[in-house]
């Protein structure tokens, strides 16, 4: 009984840092958020740039040739 009558009479300033101290630990996670996602979307930038467009490079011509060189 005590207790219930207690927790009914917390005062303003508790809640008021309970709701900045949630705020605080919300910004940080949005935070660490976005740093996921540029760990996430570096490697795929890293993927296109230096493996996928080489490759199309160096294939396309060969294929040109190919399908140019069946024609004649």
Not at 15 to 34: F, G, I, K, N, P
Not at 49 to 55: C, E, T
Not at 62 to 68: A, E, K
Request: charged share 20%; net charge neutral.
């Amino acid at each position: 009984q005590l207790g219930a009558r207690i927790d009914g009479k917390v005062s303003q300033e508790v809640y008021d840092l309970r709701h900045e101290a949630l705020a605080s630990r919300v910004t940080t996670l949005e935070t660490l958020r976005e740093t996921d996602t540029e760990r996430i979307v570096a490697p795929r930038r890293w993927l296109i740039a230096s493996v996928i467009v080489p490759l199309v490079g160096i294939l396309l011509p060969v294929v040109v040739l190919l399908v140019q060189g069946g024609g004649s």
